[in-house]
């Protein structure tokens, strides 16, 4: 596997999309990676080709394993207090599987900056790298302070933001943001119910 070292966003991304599948995180719909197959679609929704599960390779039980203990790693990384506590928590999950940067020539006949994974490295190990990549990326081009935990009462989701303006809230908008808005439209319906 060859990693952009431009494409930032999309290690960050996957980083707390990954974080977001725990339990602790999804407490009334429980564990979003149970099994394997879970697994493969989560790379599959990512548009991430390890070489772990290329020519058709499934994810194992092991893989899976692996995974969890590393959705852990990454969680930590988030959460730091400090850009460098940040920088050297996305250089341990880089060093599981990267290799040195090397010149690699795009599609569009230029060249790109890739960071290649080592070969026959394990499905988590990869998957480190890419998001060890991802957060490196972001803290240099966005900062510390787009590590952020979810602004919606009672979630323990963390996410990385790395929208454009920078102001993004929620880990999952579509859950955190939603419910927020639903509960606060309701409020409002209660309190002018009241005063009529």
Known sequence: MHISISDYPLGAAVATDLVNTSPTVRDTTGEALPDP????GFLVEHDVHLD????????TDTDLFQVHLLRREVRGTIETETEDQAVAGAS???????????LRRHA????RWTVPTAPGA????E????VGIGLLGAVRALGHGRFRACAAPGC????????????????MPERCGNRLN?????????????TR
């Open 52 to 59: 772990a599960t290329a020519d058709g390779r499934a994810p």
């Open 182 to 194: 639903v509960a606060n439209h309701r409020a409002r319906q209660r309190v002018g119910n009241v």
């Open 122 to 125: 394990p499905l988590a190990d």
């Open 156 to 171: 323990r989701g963390v996410f990385v933001d790395t929208s454009r303006a920078g102001r993004r809230r929620y880990c």
């Open 37 to 40: 197959d879970a697994l493969a």
């Open 108 to 111: 569009d006949g230029g060249w």
């Open 92 to 102: 341990v999950l880089l060093r599981r599987a990267a290799l040195g940067p090397t």
């Open 127 to 130: 998957l480190a790298a890419l």
